[in-house]
């Protein structure tokens, strides 16, 4: 199953378009992306018997990020063995975890401001909860997810490694910096789940490639680890970390300009587009 927030309005997408959830289901269900996360499987069974009656095609310009009001967004850190080894750390024992702040999620298209001259790029795997988890086993961590979408973990690194303590949350939180998109599609659709080809190019130019299948902590194993210290909630996101790439650690570095373009794609689930404008001063 793919869903996708349409103009702000929760659908549910078939080979022929998009279904408007709340009028197909007679108002069972609100029209609000976020709360359906709430009533996850009540919602997958009811959209399992719906078929595409009333199915509409679509601008994919009026998509919008699929939870766009999560009460918690998760960033994890050196959670691949190439990042870490190019960032000069060492691999992490237990995740490590920075939040974006709701304020930064944009969805899969459009227009990004940048901060300043050393914004960079990050392709993600993002996952949404869709079952409150509270000390799950990673063995059931995936019951807890609702979908995956693509996210992009933007990053300013002046305003990241600033300070005798990096500033991981604020350098990750400007407007725009949280991209997700173009619609969440449920663990059940990919022949393996734990293992996406994910990257992303710069004006057509590829600068990160990986696959999720080397993540050092798992989309299971960081619901076991999250949940184990605090409960994750419906709609909320973890963005699961990135591969090597980053403009940061090239030789010499690059960073996002004015005009660029950024394409992300994840294996299985779908590209979003963005470009980037000058600071707004
Ligand atoms: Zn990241």
């Not at 078939?14 to 996850?40: I, K, L, N």
């Not at 490590?96 to 960079?120: E, N, Y």
């Not at 696959?211 to 605090?230: C, K, Q």
Request: glycine residues 12%; proline residues 8%.
């Amino acid at each position: 199953m793919r869903i996708a927030n349409l103009a702000g309005r929760l659908v549910l997408l078939t080979g022929d378009g998009a279904v408007d959830v709340e009028r197909a289901g007679g108002q069972r269900f609100s029209a609000d992306p976020h709360a359906v996360y709430a009533r996850w499987e009540e919602f997958a069974a009811w959209a399992a018997e719906t078929g595409p009656a009333g199915a509409e095609t679509f601008d994919e310009a009026d998509l919008q990020a699929p939870s766009p009001t999560p009460a918690q967004v998760f960033g994890v850190g050196l959670n691949y063995r190439d990042h870490a080894a190019e960032a000069g750390l060492g691999l992490p024992d237990s995740p490590s975890v920075f939040t974006k702040f709701p304020s930064c999620l944009t969805g899969p298209s459009g227009a990004i401001a940048l901060t300043g001259p050393t914004v960079d790029w990050e392709v993600e795997l993002v996952a949404v909860i869709g079952r409150e988890a509270r000390n799950v086993p990673a063995e059931s961590g995936w019951d807890h997810v609702a979908g995956l979408t693509v996210g992009q973990d933007l990053s300013d690194r002046t305003v990241q490694l600033a300070g005798p303590a990096p500033q991981f949350s604020l350098g990750k939180s400007a407007p725009g910096f949280g991209p997700t998109g173009p619609w969440l599609v449920t663990p059940d659709e990919f022949a393996d789940r734990d293992n996406l080809e994910l990257q992303c190019a710069v004006n057509g130019e590829s600068v990160q490639k990986g696959r999720t299948s080397d993540l050092i902590f798992s989309v299971p194993e960081l619901v076991a680890r999250l949940s184990a210290i605090l409960p994750l909630l419906p709609g909320d996101l973890i963005f699961t970390g990135t591969p090597a790439g980053v403009g940061g650690a090239r030789n010499p570095q690059r960073f996002l300009a004015a005009g660029d373009e950024l394409v992300t794609t994840i294996e299985g689930i779908g590209t979003m587009r963005h470009w980037f404008t000058e600071e707004l001063s």
